[in-house]
């Protein structure tokens, strides 16, 4: 996340005692919940807590668990009503000093297991909490009983169905006829 969080804690993993887990409660306040709301565009934020500890594995590996918690109200995409959604999910991040295979200067490698993140000195528990946040709300939220969308075009615009329309509604159309094999016996 940018240095413009709207909700930043940092945690000095340096500053926190080896061998014992470091419990944590982060519960934003209302002008910081706002902002949060206006970064992911939703209409409602309530209730938002990050609750969870981070505690040293090995030598020089961490992991931090969590339990992430909202109340957020979204625009239903069909008919733009108030959509409340309850958000309980977990979080597991691992935080590695070496993952294996380490990529070369200028590339960037993925893991198959998405918890896994090279280790930093400090860790921003603030945009964790956004960053779930972002990867748990509804993707196409909808009012319970809402029927499918179809979407109807008028004739000739530009969303219309391929069946109805026309060469002369389909520029590429013409391209076809371009591909067909050459008689060479001319």
Known sequence: MPAATPFRNLLRLAELPHGQSHSFLLKPSGDETAAIAGLLGVTGLRKLRLKGWIGQVGVHDWRLEAELGATVTQDCVVTLEPVVTRIDEPVLR??????????????????EDDSVEPLRAELDIGAILIEELALALPIYPRVPGTGPFEF????GSAGQR???????TKPF????????????SR
């Open 162 to 168: 391929d069946e109805t329309t026309t060469n002369a």
């Open 94 to 111: 691992r935080y590695v000093a070496n993952p294996t295979g380490s990529p070369q200067a200028g590339q960037a490698e993925m893991h």
């Open 173 to 184: 159309a013409e391209l076809a006829n371009l591909v067909k094999p050459v008689d060479e």
């Open 152 to 155: 109807r075009y008028a004739p």
